[in-house]
């Protein structure tokens, strides 16, 4: 049983697999995102290569991160090719997340995961990534082609082929997943969802499913508090931060992204700035006790707030906070 089920129903949520693991068998915690930051950023200054990007990934990499978040709607394969190749990095040393979108099909004629995955190996000159997931669940025969579950099972065919070590999803509510689950010969290994103490639950029931499935989480924009909160708005666990930080000699982020381990989710994060990206990978050298992460979801009741997908997820603060 893992060491981070608690007695609040909050914190019995969540766990960690125990396949998400580097060279030495030791669990990955932590990520570094190459995402839609990039993707903006080519879109208006219309260019296809960052060489800031390359470094960016370098950095990290040296820093000491095991896991790089990468997806085809991201468009940032090149530079994480060239950035692994650079640094000669070892391919069974370093984690590599890919992820399928649905509008590649409209975009360059994608049949589904199997075509994608195949440009993308390429592009990042490499022969298989470690997890491949469904990026959104708005897969059907008008955006993609071909269904969610004929989607699935090309996932499946990909862990058969050797091009993916295991697959899993993103952005999916408990409905799709269930979908999935109604025929899957592999199961979903984890699910990315926008997570934070603002929007622990990204649709209703979604985490006490994926923990009675043993799917694990990870949290994209783990930072929210701290990155899109606007000066003067309400912003409730900033206090809570900064009396802990002060308490463990740590920064707000810092105890945001300990404050998901605690939890059992896997935060993803991202920056260009060299003392940050060791910042992000300095959380564990001391732990949250259950009362201090507890005060941090609680700010749930006070605050809801939604990044990301607001037409896909129009759940209300009250049906996302259920359960919890």
Request: charged share 25%.
């Amino acid at each position: 049983m893992s060491q981070y089920l608690k007695k609040s129903r909050s914190l019995q949520i969540s766990k960690f697999q125990d396949t998400i693991l580097d060279k030495n068998g030791d669990l990955i915690q932590v990520g570094f995102g190459v995402g839609s930051y990039w993707r903006i950023y080519k879109a208006e200054n219309n260019v296809t290569f960052v060489p800031e990007l390359v470094t960016q990934i370098k950095q990290a990499i040296e820093s000491g991160f095991k896991m790089i978040d990468a997806a085809e709607a991201y468009n940032t394969y090149e530079e994480i090719g060239i950035a692994l190749k650079e640094l000669g990095t070892k391919r069974e040393d370093i984690w590599i997340t890919d992820k399928y979108i649905s509008f590649s099909h409209k975009l360059r004629g994608s049949k589904g995961p199997i075509d994608s995955i195949t440009r993308s190996l390429k592009l990042m000159q490499l022969d298989y990534v470690d997890m491949y997931l469904l990026h959104t669940p708005d897969i059907n025969e008008e955006t993609a082609g071909i269904t969610l579950t004929d989607a699935w099972k090309q996932c499946e065919k990909l862990v058969e082929m050797g091009k993916v070590k295991q697959i899993g999803v993103s952005n999916f509510r408990k409905s799709d997943l269930e979908e999935i689950m109604k025929i899957c010969k592999i199961k979903p290994m984890c699910n990315q969802i926008e997570f934070h103490p603002y929007l622990q639950q990204q649709s209703p029931g979604l985490r006490e499913y994926c923990f009675e499935n043993g799917i694990q989480l990870e949290a994209f924009s783990p930072l929210t508090p701290i990155t899109k909160i606007k000066e003067g708005e309400l912003n409730p666990v900033m206090p809570i931060l900064t009396k802990l930080g002060e308490k463990y000699g740590k920064n707000e982020s810092q105890i945001l992204l300990r404050w998901c381990v605690e939890l059992g989710v896997i935060p993803l994060t991202t920056t260009s700035n060299k003392s940050r990206i060791e910042d992000y990978l300095n959380i564990f050298d001391f732990e949250l006790t259950e009362e201090e992460t507890q005060e941090i979801i609680n700010v749930k009741d006070e605050k809801f707030y939604r990044g990301w997908m607001h037409d896909y997820y129009p759940f209300t603060d009250a049906e996302c906070n259920k359960g919890l």
